[in-house]
T-cell receptor, first 117, second 113 residues
């Protein structure tokens, strides 16, 4: 079965640079979530989209922005990178509508490991 | 706001034995979902099992089962016949379906040969 795809898998940037992370959800999933997981931490919610509209907003810095496109893929844009932004960034997708047994289950991509030097 | 607490930072179990990981949560919601995710050293987040709050029957998935006590707001994970591949960080998570997941701090499980 198709899974969530994230690119790139690894990214190294310097302070004050910008980064763009991409996420391709499972086909027919209508919701995308972005999470940030620091070393030794649990995943923290950043932002989500439902049917290409922003749905919820978590602890996302103002330096970050995100959007979901017409093909349902999503991009997380990060500017003025700081050392503290070094983390694993997950995208997860789920299905809100319909009667699927797996409705509301969030499936995670492999993550993008961002290192800021 | 919902909170999820995992009180066991680390646990270990002998191969083929059974282990139970604890999770408690706090919420004022009446309808919600609970999940256990496994994060092996590869750091992939893998959905292990889910429980709907409105279902009284405990969920099971092969060697994995849960003990869901709604009144006590408890949601423990039992792993039977532990295997070396079960070595991972396990996260308990809470969601209401249309909202982001709230995770516990995780329990690091080591399966010993």
């Amino acid at each position: 079965a198709a899974g969530v795809i994230q690119s790139p898998r690894h990214l190294i940037k310097e302070k004050r640079e910008t980064a763009t992370l991409k996420c391709y959800p499972i086909p027919r999933h209508d919701t995308v979530y972005w999470y940030q997981q620091g070393p030794g931490q649990d995943p923290q919610f950043l932002i989500s989209f439902y049917e290409k509209m922003q749905s919820d907003k978590g602890s996302i810095p103002d330096r970050f922005s995100a959007q979901q496109f017409s093909d349902y893929h999503s991009e997380l844009n990060m500017s003025s990178l700081e050392l503290g932004d070094s983390a694993l960034y997950f995208c997860a997708s789920s299905l809100r509508t319909g009667g699927s047994r797996s409705r509301y289950e969030q499936y995670f991509g492999p993550g993008t490991r961002l290192t800021v030097t | 706001a919902q909170t999820v607490t995992q009180s066991q930072p680390e646990m270990s179990v002998q191969e083929a034995e059974t282990v139970t990981l604890s999770c408690t949560y706090d919420t004022s919601e009446s309808n919600y979902y609970l999940f256990w995710y496994k994060q092996p050293p590869s750091r992939q987040m893998i959905l292990v099992i889910r429980q709907e709050a409105y279902k009284q029957q405990n969920a099971t998935e092969n060697r994995f089962s849960v003990n869901f006590q709604k009144a006590a707001k408890s949601f423990s994970l039992k792993i039977s016949d532990s295997q070396l591949g079960d070595t991972a960080m396990y996260f308990c998570a809470f969601g209401t379906g249309n909202t982001p997941l709230v995770f516990g701090k995780g329990t690091r499980l080591s399966v010993i040969a």
